[in-house]
């Protein structure tokens, strides 16, 4: 509160739709085949507080594809961005965005890197080395901060490069790139060539680009359900039955196996 008004901090954090006051308050997300080519996107609204858990689970459900493995019966997951620093990404940049910019926090994923762009800046005299350095937490919206400090999602002291760093070494995965620009800081998340996916669906002018998807994600790992698929793609169980049985009957796919255990 500030006297008997909310402050910008209580309306971003609690209100259920901040953008009726302020612009740019939701995150954007899209998947790249290249840098002049967006396939598909999504936008993430509502209170800055709930927007964490609906970016983490859409990213790893839609936008990035695991390395399958499988140990007996238990199927492995790994994706070339460990969960623990993806999310404490995020919370860095929901933490210390200009909000006042009206740009939207934006995430670029491609099958090989994801990029997550903030508008922000530095501390006064600081440079990218002091960033990756240990330091003090100095965030931009210190209300913000603390409702997360209080929400168990950040620490107070600082240590959120190096919870990422640390993560990502664990994990076995190249330790993030940022970049510093005048209006803007960026993290780079890349894969290693033993977690890259490069899916390849040759086919003919019968199919669609929606059929193409759905493609791509049988080629990826054939045996995803018919609930999975319709997560993945954002759509009804009933889109996924119409479209498999358009691929079956142009003979693009079969069936090996029963319907319970087959694939």
């Not at 598909?40 to 936008?63: A, C, F, P």
């Not at 499988?70 to 994706?79: A, L, P, S, V």
């Not at 600082?158 to 970049?179: F, L, N």
Request: glycine share 6%.
């Amino acid at each position: 509160m500030n006297g008997s008004y909310l402050t910008n901090a209580a309306m971003l954090l609690f209100s259920k739709d901040p953008e009726k006051w302020q612009l740019g308050a939701y995150v954007k997300i899209g998947y790249f085949e290249t840098d002049a080519d967006l396939l598909y996107q999504d936008e993430i609204h509502g209170s800055i507080l709930e927007q964490i858990d609906k970016i983490v689970e859409l990213v790893y459900l839609k936008y990035m594809r695991a390395k399958i493995t499988y140990e007996g019966m238990q199927r492995i997951e790994r994706y070339f961005v460990p969960e623990e620093a993806l999310r404490e990404a995020l919370l860095n940049a929901l933490c210390h965005k200009q909000y006042q910019s009206g740009v939207p926090i934006q995430i670029s994923v491609y099958e090989d890197k994801l990029y997550i762009a903030n508008c922000g800046y530095l501390p006064e005299n600081w440079t990218l080395e002091n960033l990756m350095n240990k330091h003090a937490s100095i965030p931009y919206n210190p209300n913000i901060a603390h409702v997360f400090y209080l929400a168990g999602f950040i620490e107070s002291w600082g240590r959120g490069i190096e919870k990422i760093c640390s993560a990502c070494k664990k994990d076995g995965v190249p330790q993030p790139e940022y970049t510093i620009n005048p209006g803007d800081i960026m993290i780079k998340f890349t894969a290693p060539e033993d977690r890259i996916i490069r899916v390849t669906v040759k086919v003919t002018d019968k199919v669609t680009d929606k059929e193409r998807g759905l493609l791509t994600l049988l080629a990826e790992d054939p045996g995803y359900t018919m609930p999975q698929l319709a997560e993945r793609l954002g759509v009804s169980r009933k889109t996924v039955a119409v479209r498999l049985k358009k691929l079956k009957e142009a003979k693009l796919i079969e069936r090996i196996g029963s319907d319970r255990k087959g694939y």
